[in-house]
């Protein structure tokens, strides 16, 4: 341990190095002058960087450090959130230059956020777990209350603010707890203990807080009340960062943490994370369907998602792990596209957020409009998209695990499911009666038309041919 | 000598702890809520130096330090949320929040 850091593990170490510098740099540039087109650009390099750098260590032997793994697990994490990064940056200039009134801080916080949730996969280590969550944590709460202006977005930061730091502070009690029982804050000290021991009952009680805590981030069910005025109050860039970056970080800690300390050999966690899933699957739907305004109806919806993913989580040894990290992009690429178009619709006066405004889009804007539904099929897992493959590879590891009394919920819930997302397509499909607003969109090709195409590309290349992906996820993912 | 045993001092810090979790859901002022959620995240402080003296290793401490100044930065952040909400609501309590619902 007490070695200089040599030239290779610095060269591995290049993704996150890069994600600490790039907005550092950026800081003093803005220090110096103020320039949007420019800070755009750099931070589209700095992701397209920490994306090469990730691609080049990819197949490297992974590296051990004493709060860190790099292995091809993190790298994979980490490479997805600079690609969603590198998206929502694009779709980010025209949204600014429409909303915003300081506009460079916002990417320096986005990259730094997104270290945050990459470290928090690289994790080997509670305190580095820790440290990467309130990097993520506090970059958020910024970000969320961006547009200070409204009132809406700070009423969605506060909320935010205080639900996510109590949310810490019983994740640290959660972690306190099992460090006092075990005397190690590693993953794998804690693990070498509990093989001796066993789950004493300070154990269990630390690791349900550490599940709590975990929860919050991944909102599902006991712990999902923030969801909707978040999604809806914080600008739609942002609410597609806490939809993907934030909550993908937190699931591939999850996977990394259980991987090493074996919570599923416990029957009562087993059980406590089964009807977290059951109930978040319910719930989300069911408050889903009544909603009219988008956002919300969406981030109702994520709760669903993650009920989903906590499907493959519990049928872990059984290829959950892949089936879940699979979903995850799948459901990335569908978030992105969803809220990126809300971010191009949205003028100055308002977010495009209110499901009438769809009213006959198909009319105005028939790409865009085709668009949304590529979207909301897959959301809804009609076949040959990717929410389509990502739940049947859950669905498989489920059957693997004989989780049948889930995998009959998550049928039933595809069901309800298809109900509101199908009434966004009915909705744009339908005659336009009262579309007295028009909707302003700038012409040609624009950044955000090409992150919309390639998020398109995503969607039919995931759910036609997923071997090619699915190949490389079982390659990494840990088992 | 009789010493107090360890489990007393955990059991001290999960009292501040729900002391400050029924602060967080009680109050209705937003600075009052921030200040409860301090009180939890110290609590949890509390229990790492305590854990940290039962195994006689630094690394509790070392926790507790990370704590302390990952609250700050957080409380930073929420006193300048509650400066912009005071700014727009003239209030800080949080039945004057309240846009974002259906």
Same mark, same amino acid.
């Given at each position: 341990?007490?070695?200089?850091?040599?030239?290779?593990?610095?060269?591995?170490?290049?993704?996150?190095?890069?994600?600490?510098?790039?907005?550092?740099?950026?800081?003093?540039?803005?220090?110096?002058?103020?320039?949007?087109?420019?800070?755009?650009?750099?931070? +589209?390099?700095?992701?397209?960087?920490?994306?090469?750098?990730?691609?080049?260590?990819?197949?490297?032997?992974?590296?051990?450090?004493?709060?860190?793994?790099?292995?091809?697990?993190?790298?994979?994490?980490?490479?997805?959130?600079?690609?969603?990064?590198?998206?929502?940056?694009?779709?980010?200039?025209?949204y600014?230059?429409?909303?915003?009134?300081?506009?460079?801080?916002?990417?320096?916080?986005?990259?730094?956020?997104?270290?945050?949730?990459?470290?928090?996969?690289?994790?080997?280590?509670?305190?580095?777990?820790?440290?990467?969550?309130?990097v993520?944590?506090?970059?958020?709460?910024?970000?969320?209350a961006?547009?200070?202006?409204?009132?809406?977005?700070?009423?969605?930061?506060?909320?935010?603010?205080?639900?996510?730091?109590?949310?810490?502070?019983?994740?640290?009690?959660?972690?306190?707890?099992?460090?006092?029982?075990?005397?190690?804050?590693?993953y794998?000290?804690?693990?070498?203990? +509990?093989?001796?021991?066993?789950?004493?009952?300070?154990?269990?009680?630390?690791?349900?807080?550490?599940?709590?805590?975990?929860?919050?981030?991944?909102?599902?069910?006991?712990?999902?009340?923030?969801?909707?005025?978040?999604?809806?109050?914080?600008?739609?860039l942002?609410?597609?960062?806490?939809?993907?970056?934030?909550?993908?970080?937190?699931?591939?800690?999850?996977?990394?943490?259980?991987?090493?300390?074996?919570?599923?050999?416990?029957?009562?966690?087993?059980?406590?994370?089964?009807?977290?899933?059951?109930?978040?699957?319910?719930?989300?739907?069911?408050?889903?369907?009544?909603?009219?305004?988008?956002k919300?109806?969406?981030?109702?919806?994520?709760?669903?998602?993650?009920?989903?993913?906590?499907?493959?989580?519990?049928?872990?040894?059984?290829?959950?792990?892949?089936?879940?990290t699979?979903?995850l992009?799948?459901?990335?690429?569908?978030?992105?596209?969803?809220?990126?178009?809300?971010?191009?619709?949205t003028?100055?006066?308002?977010?495009?957020?209110?499901?009438?405004?769809?009213?006959?889009?198909?009319?105005?804007?028939?790409?865009?409009?085709?668009?949304?539904?590529?979207?909301?099929?897959?959301?809804?897992?009609?076949?040959?998209?990717?929410?389509?493959?990502?739940?049947?590879?859950?669905a498989?590891?489920?059957?693997?695990a004989?989780?049948?009394?889930?995998?009959?919920?998550?049928?039933?819930?595809?069901?309800?499911?298809?109900?509101?997302?199908?009434?966004?397509?009915?909705?744009?499909?339908?005659?336009?009666?009262?579309?007295?607003?028009?909707?302003?969109?700038?012409?040609?090709?624009?950044?955000?038309?090409?992150?919309?195409?390639?998020?398109?590309?995503?969607i039919?290349?995931?759910?036609?041919?997923?071997?090619?992906?699915?190949?490389?996820?079982?390659?990494?993912?840990?088992? | 000598m009789?010493?107090?045993?360890?489990?007393h001092?955990?059991?001290?810090?999960?009292?501040?702890?729900?002391?400050?979790?029924?602060?967080?859901?009680?109050?209705?002022?937003?600075?009052?809520?921030? #200040?409860?959620?301090?009180?939890? #995240?110290?609590?949890?402080?509390?229990?790492?130096?305590?854990?940290?003296?039962?195994?006689?290793?630094?690394?509790?401490?070392?926790?507790?330090?990370?704590?302390?100044?990952?609250?700050?930065?957080e409380?930073?952040?929420?006193?300048?949320?509650?400066?912009?909400?005071?700014?727009?609501?003239?209030?800080?309590?949080?039945?004057?929040?309240?846009?974002?619902?259906?």
């Amino acid at each position: 341990m007490n070695k200089l850091i040599t030239t290779q593990e610095l060269f591995q170490l290049m993704p996150y190095i890069l994600m600490l510098a790039g907005p550092v740099i950026l800081l003093v540039f803005i220090a110096i002058k103020r320039n949007h087109i420019f800070s755009w650009i750099f931070t +589209m390099a700095t992701f397209a960087a920490v994306l090469f750098s990730v691609i080049s260590n990819y197949n490297q032997s992974s590296l051990e450090i004493s709060l860190l793994t790099i292995d091809k697990f993190s790298l994979l994490y980490t490479g997805l959130f600079a690609v969603v990064g590198f998206l929502i940056t694009l779709f980010a200039h025209d949204y600014l230059e429409k909303t915003s009134d300081h506009k460079e801080e916002f990417y320096l916080l986005l990259v730094f956020a997104t270290l945050g949730s990459s470290l928090m996969v690289a994790s080997n280590n509670f305190v580095s777990l820790f440290l990467s969550l309130e990097v993520l944590s506090v970059s958020l709460y910024s970000l969320i209350a961006y547009l200070r202006r409204q009132e809406q977005a700070i009423e969605a930061g506060l909320k935010y603010l205080i639900l996510a730091a109590m949310s810490s502070a019983v994740l640290l009690f959660g972690i306190a707890l099992v460090y006092f029982e075990t005397g190690s804050l590693s993953y794998l000290g804690i693990a070498a203990k +509990m093989d001796s021991t066993g789950f004493t009952p300070y154990l269990i009680a630390g690791l349900a807080m550490i599940i709590a805590g975990a929860g919050f981030k991944l909102s599902v069910v006991p712990f999902h009340w923030w969801t909707a005025d978040v999604y809806q109050g914080s600008n739609s860039l942002v609410t597609s960062f806490i939809a993907t970056v934030s909550k993908g970080g937190m699931v591939g800690a999850m996977i990394r943490m259980f991987t090493i300390i074996h919570v599923f050999n416990n029957e009562s966690i087993v059980l406590v994370l089964t009807i977290i899933a059951a109930a978040s699957m319910f719930i989300g739907n069911i408050l889903a369907l009544q909603q009219n305004n988008l956002k919300r109806m969406l981030a109702y919806s994520s709760i669903a998602h993650l009920g989903y993913i906590m499907i493959a989580f519990i049928s872990f040894g059984n290829g959950g792990t892949d089936a879940a990290t699979f979903y995850l992009m799948a459901y990335f690429a569908t978030t992105l596209g969803a809220f990126g178009v809300i971010s191009m619709l949205t003028t100055s006066d308002g977010e495009a957020e209110n499901i009438s405004f769809y009213k006959g889009l198909y009319w105005r804007k028939p790409v865009l409009a085709a668009f949304i539904s590529l979207v909301m099929f897959s959301l809804a897992g009609i076949p040959l998209t990717s929410g389509f493959v990502g739940k049947f590879f859950v669905a498989t590891a489920g059957v693997k695990a004989d989780l049948w009394v889930l995998l009959f919920f998550l049928a039933v819930n595809s069901v309800i499911g298809v109900y509101y997302y199908l009434r966004v397509i009915v909705m744009m499909f339908s005659n336009k009666d009262n579309s007295e607003e028009t909707i302003i969109c700038s012409k040609g090709l624009n950044a955000g038309m090409l992150a919309i195409v390639f998020v398109a590309v995503m969607i039919l290349y995931l759910g036609i041919y997923p071997s090619g992906v699915m190949g490389m996820i079982q390659n990494a993912v840990l088992h | 000598m009789n010493t107090i045993p360890i489990e007393h001092a955990l059991l001290l810090a999960a009292v501040l702890f729900s002391i400050g979790l029924i602060g967080v859901v009680s109050r209705k002022n937003v600075i009052l809520m921030l #200040l409860s959620v301090e009180i939890m #995240l110290n609590a949890a402080g509390l229990a790492f130096v305590v854990a940290g003296s039962r195994w006689i290793q630094p690394d509790g401490q070392v926790m507790f330090i990370f704590i302390l100044s990952m609250a700050a930065a957080e409380v930073s952040v929420g006193l300048a949320l509650i400066l912009q909400m005071f700014h727009l609501n003239k209030s800080v309590d949080t039945k004057t929040l309240g846009k974002l619902c259906e």
